[in-house]
């Protein structure tokens, strides 16, 4: 079955950090962009950040940008997101998806969607607050 | 960066009625949009990617057109399944902004 299983929502304090994990089965993980999508309480959604199948080619949106980052074990096919100085703007609840926007050196395109399947995790809650 | 926006931000039809969304970039992205539907509690789910194509298992009723700037959702027939918050994404380019959404529910 293909599955993202994310895990590491919790609360925590203001300036504090937490590790976002996100467990991929049922698919080839390393060949594949992934991204995380949070969505704050009552809120729009918000795209946070990409990376690359290789693990290269990481963004950011400026909201976290210096504060945030992306990476991936493909060994482990686990895609990650460590979060540090963390706010309170940052509580929300947090997506890894498959589905991902990505742009080569000639064009962009939605990732993930070979087989068919638009692939999203259930969501992990963090919550900053003191 | 460039700035999405949508209109309206909510709306309340009638089963069966064609239902229309708007989403606006500030400035071109191609044809570089997808539409995202989310219902409570659950996580997004793609309906419509290079601003008209439907993502697989969605229902015809789902249609995309648009290009430049100026793009629209279109429902043609709403269902009480519609039921949902719809969402724009442009890519042409990092950031990949959402629109802020725009809630659907039945009149």
């Known amino acids: 079955e293909v599955q993202l299983l994310e895990s590491g929502g919790d609360l925590v304090q203001p300036g504090g950090s937490l590790r976002l994990s996100c467990a991929a089965s049922g698919f080839t993980f390393s060949n594949l962009a992934m991204s995380w999508v949070r969505q704050a309480p009552g809120k729009g959604l918000e795209w946070v950040s990409a990376i690359g199948g290789s693990g290269g080619g990481t963004s950011y949106a400026d909201s976290v940008k210096g504060r945030f980052i992306i990476s991936r074990d493909n060994s482990k096919n686990t895609l990650y997101l460590q979060m540090n100085s963390l706010r309170a703007e940052d509580t929300a609840v947090y997506y890894c998806a498959r589905t991902t926007p990505y742009c080569s050196t000639t064009s962009c395109y939605i990732s993930g969607l070979a087989d068919g399947r638009d692939v999203w995790g259930q969501g992990t809650t963090v919550t900053v607050s003191s | 960066d460039i700035q999405m926006t949508q209109s309206p931000s909510s709306l309340s039809a009638s089963v069966g009625d064609r239902v229309t969304i708007t989403c606006r970039a500030s400035?071109?992205?191609?044809?570089?949009l997808a539409w995202y539907q989310q219902k409570p509690g659950k996580a997004p789910k793609l309906l419509i990617y290079?601003?008209?194509t439907l993502q697989s298992g969605v229902p015809s009723r789902f249609s995309g057109s648009g290009s430049g700037t100026d793009f629209t959702l279109t429902i043609s027939s709403l269902q009480p399944e519609d039921v949902a918050t719809y969402s724009c994404q442009k890519y042409n380019s990092v950031p990949f902004t959402f629109g802020p959404g725009t809630k659907v529910d039945i009149k």
């Open positions: 290079a601003a008209s």
């Open positions: 400035q071109g992205i191609i044809n570089y």
